[in-house]
């Protein structure tokens, strides 16, 4: 008995030693900046070092990411941002684009009422108001320290320096090439065969910064900039004029918060979908002990995925702009309605997503989103996601002013019941109206522990960003990872419609994957090489920074 005792203690100590260590992150004292691109975190970080604030650095990075990482990071597209400031104040900024005045619900209709193929994802027609400019200046204006010019000086100077192309984004500037011929009248940037390492310039780009930078957030909407480019969006067969342009404006929201154990969760409001799903998510799944289950196991993605089945059936009817549609939040965030949502699942098998709703449809996957998030050295933190929509947007390229614009209109329901480009149904709530902001699955999350910032996440990922969120948050918090690790992790995603767990290829076990479909659960690891890209920061125990940085992407984190 002690020998065998002697043995499996000894075995034990063996397993544990040959037990892979799990990856730390970048790990600073003071501040950090995580995004898709090191040039990027290195201009944030930078302005932090120059005694910026997480907004100063805000600014810094969202628009040096509109230079290294054109693929998502934009002038021509939108965001939000949800903030923690160092007293506990907390906040929302909504920054996403509008349908221009002239559109209507039945735009991309044709004249038998079906959807017309391409029409809301490729080209002029596709493109909404943007927001960014809008709201890299209303963060400024309310909490920025610096001058806006000194923000933006090392972005123009990025721009003009030019960028080293890495091999993923060789890889995708070959692969969306086609398209570039397909929405363009000329030639433009991204023609080129640009190689790994090779430096693409971006002059325009700079000359238009330039004249923001000196003129500041009008020149965009009301300036020299707006009418160039009302004028290209209707040369091109668009609708968006100077009008709308001139009309545009950032809005403050109330964040969706709510708790989960001893966290406190802090997350973004409609029209992003991102806070109230993530709510719904946790709460339903918070009485379920998955820490006992353990990560990835059979139990746990049962659970996680019942959840997301019911989160993103009710995103679906319930949730648009709350500027036109009443939204019943209290009722979709409270711990009540999660767990009568719930009262029919069983271990035993699946429930039917036909039996929540109906409906038969094709998903496609997509990481054509940015995230970055901040915490500078006064305890201020700031996460943010920004998008184009699709990977460069509408493809449609502005060479006069250097900057892709987006194919946001994809977002509304182009006819309620038709899935979008993601997949994902729409319903009355999200259909096209003049001025109306469309539906979002962005993320952008904070969380604290005893009162104090514990962590800043958010992730691209179309309609998986609120699960890859999700699953980061489970990671640290219910199995103990450190925030690289919880970010390395492979990821699964359910969202009502398809009825499929996706999986991130050879992540998961054969043995879990094989009971998941003996109880019924259809599985598909074909189209998901990535789900998310997830960029964040942990508040360790003592006080430091962990960075989680995507391997997924070229992401990095960037502090001091």
């Known amino acids: 008995m002690k020998i065998r005792s002697i043995f499996i203690i000894s075995l034990s100590f063996l397993l544990i030693y040959c037990k892979k260590k799990p990856e730390i992150g970048v790990i600073t004292e003071k501040a950090m900046v995580v995004s898709a691109r090191k040039e990027a975190s290195k201009i944030g970080s930078d302005i932090l070092k120059k005694g910026g604030n997480a907004f100063d650095a805000m600014v810094a990075t969202e628009l040096a990411l509109a230079v290294a990482y054109p693929y998502a990071g934009n002038l021509g597209g939108g965001g939000f941002m949800v903030y923690r400031k160092n007293d506990g104040e907390i906040g929302a900024l909504d920054y996403r684009e509008k349908a221009p005045l002239a559109s209507h619900k039945d735009m991309y209709l044709d004249s038998l009422g079906n959807v017309v193929e391409g029409k809301s994802v490729l080209g002029a027609m596709a493109v909404g108001v943007p927001g960014t400019v809008a709201g890299v200046f209303e963060t400024h204006k309310k909490f920025g320290s610096l001058p806006i010019e000194e923000i933006l000086q090392p972005v123009i100077d990025l721009a003009n320096r030019g ?26 940037l991204f023609d080129k065969l640009w190689k790994e390492n090779d430096t693409i310039k971006y002059p325009a780009l700079a000359e238009t910064l330039t004249r923001i930078q000196k003129k500041g957030r009008d020149e965009f ?19 968006i004029t100077e009008e709308d342009l001139a ?22 409001s409609p029209p992003s979908s991102g806070g109230v799903c993530l709510a719904q998510i946790m709460n339903t799944i918070e009485s379920y002990d998955l820490d006992q289950y353990g990560h990835n196991s059979v139990k746990s993605i049962q659970v996680i995925t019942e959840a997301e089945r019911r989160a993103y059936a009710d995103r679906s009817h319930f949730l648009g702009d709350p500027d036109f549609v009443n939204i019943p939040l209290d009722t979709l965030i409270s711990k009540q309605y999660s767990n009568r949502r719930m009262s029919d699942f069983s271990f035993e098998k699946p429930t039917s997503s036909e039996d929540i709703s109906h409906g038969n449809i094709e998903m ?22 920004t998008t184009l929509n699709g990977a460069y947007g509408s493809k449609l390229y502005c060479s006069e002013l250097g900057f892709f614009l987006n194919n946001e209109m994809d977002d509304f329901s182009s006819k309620p019941g038709v899935p979008n480009m993601f997949g994902l149904i729409g319903a009355e709530a999200n259909k096209i109206e003049p001025e109306k ?3 979002s699955s962005m993320t952008p999350t904070i969380v604290e522990k005893n009162g104090k910032l514990y962590m800043v996440v958010g992730t691209p990922g179309g309609s998986t960003i609120i699960t890859s969120v999700l699953q980061t948050i489970l990671n640290v918090h219910e199995y103990k990872m450190g925030m690289q690790e919880a970010v390395n992790q492979p990821r699964f995603h359910h969202q009502w419609l398809p009825d499929v767990i996706k999986m991130e290829p050879n992540g998961f076990s054969p043995k879990v994957k094989n009971k ?20 964040a920061i ?21 502090g001091f």
């Not at 020299?224 to 480019?229: I, M, P």
């Open 163 to 188: 960028v080293i192309v890495t091999k993923k984004q060789e890889k995708r500037i070959r692969e969306y090439q086609p398209k570039f011929l397909k929405a363009n009248k000329d030639s433009i």
């Open 221 to 239: 909407y009301k300036g020299e900039t707006a009418k160039k480019l009302a004028e290209f969006i209707q040369n091109n067969g668009g609708i």
């Open 247 to 268: 009309k545009y404006e950032a809005k403050w929201r109330t964040p969706i918060v709510f708790e989960y154990d001893d966290l406190r969760i802090i997350s973004m």
């Open 364 to 385: 496609v996957e997509s990481d054509e989103t940015t995230h970055y998030s901040i915490v500078d050295q006064f305890g201020n933190a700031v996460s943010v996601t």
């Open 437 to 439: 902001r469309m539906l």
């Open 516 to 535: 998941l479909k003996e109880l019924g659960y259809e599985l598909d690891e074909t189209n998901s090489p990535v789900i998310g890209k997830v960029d």
């Open 538 to 558: 942990l508040v360790l125990p003592n006080g430091k920074l962990e960075g989680g940085a995507d391997h997924r992407g070229d992401d990095t984190a960037v």
